[in-house]
């Protein structure tokens, strides 16, 4: 029996496995109005938590089956969706008048994830939150159940060109 590569298990699943197999799929593939919000794009969809942790808990859901943030691999394509739901999820906080000082946008981190769609937490105002949400089901610093999204681009060595010429040095 071989490994899968790490490319293959990355990826997507075809529009008939999806509807069977996740509700993040099934939600991306219905394209309801009244649920996906604005932004959007061809690489993800925004919509709310139905178990919000705070005012405003968005999910950014990858158009892709990718299982979790932690199968992204080191490449450009992956870089840009990143940087993409990113993007968005600042995008829609700003829309809904959030301070983004006050915000916690991450991801869950395998073996603690409930769904196996990859899909961006943001969250405002973070100290807002229960205190379990905040020090433990939601805090990067508690790093085997979330994590931060700075994490997950150093994982895939996705940094802007500036920062490799020109890293920080410790005097």
Known sequence: MSEESPINSNVVETIKTRGKNCIFCDIITVNDPNIILEPRSDQFVIIKDIKP???????????????SAKSLQPNEQDCNLLKSMVAAAKQILLNNGCDLNDTRMGFHWPPFISIGHMHLHAISP??????????????????????????????IGCKEKNEIENPSSVT
């Open 53 to 67: 942790v705070a005012t405003h808990h968005f999910l950014v859901l990858c158009d892709k089956h990718i299982k």
């Open 126 to 155: 973070a100290s807002s939150m229960s205190a379990f949400n905040r020090f433990v089901a939601f805090n990067p610093s508690f790093s085997y159940v979330f994590v931060d999204v700075d994490y997950v681009l150093k994982r």
